[in-house]
């Protein structure tokens, strides 16, 4: 059964879904890409339709808003990213309604081989009945986190259509660049002035995550000696050989992506670009704990001194760079934000379920700079590839919460 919010909730993932926003972790501005902007100046029209006060686009790609309160109470802030993922093709998406989803297989026009079912994605099988929207077999959909944007704006359309709601203040924030770990600039929290906050950016219903990944992002560049191919015999050092030798003395059958679940952590080597005479290796470290981070990065710089150790003619350097930081490490020392989150999910009759995050959000750096920031459910389910899908009740469950932790704030 559709409820009040679907209709809203389909038409603006839709529309947003098509606009393309994905984000660059080679580019050095910011946002790192102009398209975002598409998507940043849109939420800024709507906001203003709405009526929506302060609605603002920063010098630094974040669109903020306040829903005012209509009681007084703390300030509680709703976080969003406009952005889409770079790992995978996210020009030119083609937004597929399928309604009444029949629990079979899902086909896709622009890719006949290409299959979405029980099979492959299995809490898709609990979903017969509700409409569900994939793209068109070609891209990504970007429900992440284009749910998450669509959740909090039909939120706070409703808020501001219905005065008799009692509420406190609510800040809207819309961020660029989370993809790449570079959505969330230093003067954001004090922008919100919000006492917590919220991201829409989780999967399943009931989902409250407060646990994340740490994360370091590392960068080897390797410079080795340049000779003309017919002449270089004792002169040349192949700087993608050099590379290539890095990578392969990387954990191969551990601590990988492909090889953990769980809690575990990974070292991932993600590009490699160049050439014969310099190269580089960009890898993502990720780990639970702080010396389990440490420790993959420590191995990534051994790995680098007996590369260049048994080519001493080469230059080989590693920088490591950090990310964000696991939100429970401030979040369990007041749980709060948390507790209130549990309560509003236990409100609209769903099970609160915790559990780590093999990723991150916005609200980890937004928690480890001040500001208390769990994540909440939007639906989204297979992300970053052509089988991501979401159902449109479950999205329509995550508006429900938010309005729940809107009116419980202030109780």
Not at 110 to 127: R, V
Not at 274 to 285: C, R
Not at 299 to 319: D, K, T, Y
Request: hydrophobic content about 40%; aromatic content about 6%; proline content about 6%.
């Amino acid at each position: 059964m559709r409820s009040e919010f679907d209709q809203e909730l389909e038409e603006r993932l839709v529309r947003y879904a098509a606009i393309d926003s994905q984000s660059d972790a080679a580019s050095k501005t910011q946002p790192s890409t102009a398209i975002q902007f598409d998507m940043l100046r849109l939420l800024v029209a709507e906001l203003e339709e709405m009526g929506a006060s302060d609605v603002t686009l920063t010098d630094y790609g974040v669109v903020l808003a306040t829903i005012p309160g209509t009681v007084a109470g703390p300030t509680m802030g709703w976080c969003a990213h406009v952005d889409t993922a770079p790992q995978f093709n996210a020009t030119g998406v083609k937004p597929v309604v399928h309604r009444g989803y029949n629990g079979g297989d899902i086909t896709f026009a622009d890719a006949p081989d290409l299959k979405l079912s029980p099979d492959n994605s299995p809490y898709l099988g609990q979903k017969q009945g509700e409409d569900i929207i994939t793209a068109s077999g070609l891209t990504l959909l970007g429900g992440d986190d284009k749910a998450g944007v669509a959740i909090a704006m039909t939120a706070a359309r409703h808020l501001l259509n219905n005065p008799e709601i009692e509420h406190g203040p609510i800040r809207l924030a819309f961020t660029p660049d989370e993809e790449i770990g570079r959505g969330v600039d230093a003067r954001l929290p004090a922008d919100m002035a919000a006492d917590f906050a919220f991201t829409f950016d989780g999967g399943k219903p009931g989902e409250i995550e407060f646990e994340t990944f740490s994360a370091d992002g590392a960068v080897i560049k390797v410079v080795g000696v340049s000779a003309h191919p017919g002449f270089a015999k004792g002169k040349m050092v192949n700087a993608l050989h050099l590379a290539s030798k890095i990578v392969m003395m990387l954990p191969q059958t551990t601590m990988t992506p492909d090889t953990t679940e769980g809690t575990e952590g990974f070292i991932h080597a993600s590009e490699i670009r160049g050439g014969s005479s310099q190269a580089e290796i960009i890898l993502i470290i990720r780990d639970f704990e702080l010396d389990g981070l440490a420790a993959k990065g420590a191995l990534l710089r051994q790995i680098c001194a007996a590369v260049a150790a048994g080519e001493p003619r080469a230059q080989i350097s590693c920088e490591i760079t950090p990310q964000y930081r696991n939100m429970r490490y401030w979040l369990e020392k007041d749980m709060t934000p948390v507790d209130l989150a549990r309560a509003a999910v236990a409100d609209v009759g769903l099970e609160p379920v915790s559990v780590p995050i093999r990723g991150g959000t916005d609200g980890s750096r937004l928690t480890e700079m001040g500001l208390p920031c769990p994540n909440i459910f939007t639906g989204m389910q297979e992300i970053h590839g052509p089988l991501e899908w979401i159902s449109v009740q479950d999205m329509g469950q995550a508006v429900k919460v938010a309005l729940a932790l809107a009116q419980r704030a202030v109780r």
